[in-house]
């Protein structure tokens, strides 16, 4: 029973298997949720975007942090539901424009990557927390140079 348990988490965090994918397994997982998300969320309400990030973002914490104890791993690579939370929030505001979704894709990618303070700081830090919440943070970044640019794309 526990070793099921233990198989589901991993199938639920991993996103169903995409984190197993090699290299690069976070660009795997913020692609597959920005192709997902392209088909739903531009018609969701905002509140139900924003109670999905925070249901998401909870069980992305609560299941992390049990896989990280169990593996005793920090942040595993298999671990790529953070960037599903990282893209919801990078592309709460557009529309099912495809290169709005791509350029979010793009940005996030960059961002996380780069990972600048706090988000640094708390990529440093074990615990699911930890691991969701800086993707949080560059995910803030993202959606704001997101909507700098079409903002200003407006004036070309």
Do not use: C
């Amino acid at each position: 029973m526990k070793k099921n348990l233990i198989r589901l988490n991993k199938i639920i965090v991993s996103l169903g298997g995409v984190g197993f994918i090699k290299p690069a397994s976070a660009t795997w997982g913020s692609l597959v949720s920005a192709i997902i998300l392209y088909f739903f969320f531009p018609y969701l309400t905002l509140p139900v975007k924003l109670l999905l990030i925070i249901l998401i973002f909870v069980i992305g914490t609560i299941l992390s942090s049990k896989i990280e104890d169990g593996e005793k791993i920090h942040d595993p690579h298999f671990v790529v539901i953070d960037e599903l939370v990282g893209m919801m929030i990078t592309t709460l505001f557009i529309s099912q424009i495809w290169w709005q979704f791509a350029l979010a894709f793009i940005l996030f990618r960059i961002f996380d990557i780069a990972k600048l303070w706090p988000a640094s700081y708390f990529d440093r830090q074990k615990g699911g927390f930890s691991t969701m919440f800086d993707d949080v943070l560059m995910s803030l970044l993202s959606l704001s140079t997101l909507h700098l640019i079409l903002y200003v794309s407006k004036f070309f």
